[in-house]
């Protein structure tokens, strides 16, 4: 039985790796942690130090806006935090609404 998907690669590409998801969130999590002076094993633990938590908070900003099909569970589970912490780090970087729904849950009680 001959092969019904024949293998026809083009050797300029041969050699790209193969990016995933998790690659595509580690890079934003590198870039992030180079211009905030932090190491991106900084902003995976759970430091407390003033600097990494601001390269944490602008890491989750950065992946929300790359990837806005992720809910903030989803993103809490990413960086090892409650979804409400991920939801306080982007209130407090400015972020007011995500996935078309208001993030402050003051503002959207006293809307209804």
């Known amino acids: 039985?001959?092969?019904?998907?024949?293998?026809?690669?083009?050797?300029?590409v041969q050699h790209v790796p193969l990016t995933?998801?998790?690659?595509?969130?580690?890079a934003i999590v590198r870039e992030v942690a180079e211009a905030h002076g932090v190491t991106?094993?900084?902003?995976?633990?759970g430091s407390r130090d003033f600097k990494v938590v601001k390269a944490?908070?602008?890491?989750?900003?950065?992946i929300?806006?790359?990837k806005p099909h992720l809910s903030f569970p989803d993103l809490g589970r990413m960086f090892g935090l409650d979804h409400s912490t991920c939801v306080h780090h982007a209130?407090?970087?400015g972020v007011t609404t995500y996935r078309g729904r208001s993030i402050n849950a003051r503002q959207s009680q006293a809307a209804e």
């Open 91 to 93: 209130h407090m970087a």
């Open 40 to 45: 991106p094993d900084a902003i995976w633990t």
């Open 20 to 26: 995933t998801p998790r690659d595509y969130t580690r």
């Open 56 to 62: 944490k908070r602008a890491a989750i900003v950065a």
């Open 64 to 66: 929300m806006q790359a």
């Open 1 to 12: 039985m001959s092969n019904p998907f024949p293998v026809d690669i083009n050797p300029a």
